[in-house]
């Protein structure tokens, strides 16, 4: 395996040499390995690029790993998953992806993953985004999440991107039935001239569906994030959204909620709070012998853990 | 005066047979009387319909009625009214609206104002929107609020709005130097088919400025709002807006509120609640004898206080 790829794979899905269960790995655009379990069945799409995982009823704790890599400037990846995951099933869907360019080439990683969960069925899915490289060419990674739940159905999304992505632009959209639950975590740090957008939309069809995005973001250097999130309650159903962020140096947040409440019994609650760290959490730490920058870096490592 | 335009004066700008100080009552698209005191001067504006009112230098304790009516269908009044209130005055401006139709025929107004504050300057402007009549005829109010606020000026704005009225689009948009501070109250119910559109956009300029916008709505029938904020920190300042709403029947609420920090000082927070009367609160009123439809105008009312 590529170096530089397996350093990738190692930062962004837990890897260690191999994976247990479950995988496909992805790099430059083509199929660097794929393993199927009794339970997880990982084909080709049919239609074009991409994988079509099969996750069967009632599979519990098992893990798929679907990471995906571009290794060099000069590629734009573009593929397309579908998860069709059967009723009652439990399981961790691990999908990190890194972009790495060493010249002025570009690297970039678009992952157009759709989910599909049946009645009950519960899925984790962790999403780590990595740039690295020395080159100039710039690190861009759009992925596009579109997720249907059925009855009783939830899913709980993780997304990490910590640094060295040049430019992102994350779109994701889910619809709920009866009883499901949509709960997305999401923690951002930016740097330098980066550039980070989030666009969430949620529509609660079912009575009793209920949707919690959280966003934690961190905006140093000259860099600029865009936190855009509309929820629509359709039915008897809950929605919050909170997105907090930090701005450090020239750093620049823009967050546009919005809440659209069709129904008597939708509830729909959000709150946004951008500002800077305060001056007393600084001094606090200070007064215990960190200098301003360490205590700087330990209060946002805390925000982002 | 027509009898109609007295009643609409009497609800919207406490109209009591006359008016104490200074004063101009639009009729119409006509002027129905106007008077102007030894520190404010009320004047036609030369490049059209409306008036520019000027407030000398630290006038203080007075009060300016500026109320607009629309008595009859087929009347769309467009007015351009224009404030400068010199350094360190302190006034209080009523701006009252009300448009009347019995017939088939739309009854509109759409007030244009502009506020330029000068250092240190303070105004409570009051604008109470009302719609009357039994005609099939729309009316509609659509007030669009410009303020330029100077170092260490003031602007505390009330906007009722309770019903009758069946379209409005009301637009605030404010620059504020240092020092400044902008402050928003606006309360409105919609019923039946009526919309009504909140647009705020508010640029802090200057350091230590700050704004607080505060919107509380019900919307009952099959009754539509909006709520569209944005909020710019440019500067070392401090921006809230909180979006209240309370659902009865099918009424649709969209809350879109945007905050846009550019600046590591500018600390900008924003809630949102939208969902319909707690049942333990309506409970609560009904074991002291109230019924259910008793409690809850009880509590609407309370809201909206």
Not at 50 to 57: A, E, R, T, W
Not at 95 to 121: M, Q, S
Not at 154 to 162: A, C, K, P, S
Not at 169 to 196: F, H, P, Q, S
Request: aromatic share 4%; charged share 25%.
């Amino acid at each position: 395996m590529n170096q530089i790829t397996e350093e990738l794979l190692k930062a962004v899905s837990d890897f260690k040499g191999e994976f247990k269960g479950a995988f496909n790995i992805r790099e430059n655009g083509g199929c660097a390995g794929r393993q199927s379990t009794e339970h997880i069945r990982i084909e080709s799409r049919k239609e074009g690029p991409g994988i079509v995982v099969h996750i069967m009823p009632g599979t519990k704790g098992e893990t798929v790993y679907i990471p995906a890599c571009v290794n060099q400037g000069g590629i734009h990846d573009l593929v397309y998953n579908d998860f069709y995951v059967g009723e009652g099933a439990d399981v961790i869907i691990v999908a990190g992806c890194g972009v790495h360019t060493d010249d002025e080439e570009e690297a970039r990683h678009d992952g157009i993953h759709r989910f599909f969960l049946e009645k009950n069925a519960h899925v984790l899915y962790q999403e780590k985004h990595l740039g690295t490289g020395k080159g100039d060419g710039r690190k861009r990674i759009d992925p596009v999440t579109d997720v249907a739940l059925a009855e009783g159905a939830g899913l709980e999304m993780d997304t990490v991107q910590l640094g060295g992505v040049d430019y992102s632009c994350r779109k994701t959209r889910a619809k709920l039935a009866a009883n499901a639950r949509l709960i997305v975590r999401e923690r951002i740090m930016t740097d330098g001239i980066e550039k980070a957008v989030t666009d969430f939309d949620v529509v609660m069809e079912g009575d009793n569906s209920g949707v919690e995005l959280i966003s934690r973001s961190v905006a140093r250097g000259n860099s600029y994030q865009e936190f855009k999130s509309c929820i629509h309650g359709l039915a008897r159903c809950t929605g919050h959204s909170s997105c907090d962020a930090i701005l450090v140096d020239n750093g620049t947040v823009n967050a546009m909620p919005a809440l659209e409440a069709s129904n008597v019994d939708a509830e729909l609650i959000h709150e946004a709070a951008i500002g800077k760290i305060a001056g007393e959490q600084i001094l606090k730490l200070r007064t215990l012998g960190l200098t301003e920058e360490e205590a700087q870096e330990r209060i946002i490592a805390g925000f982002l853990k």
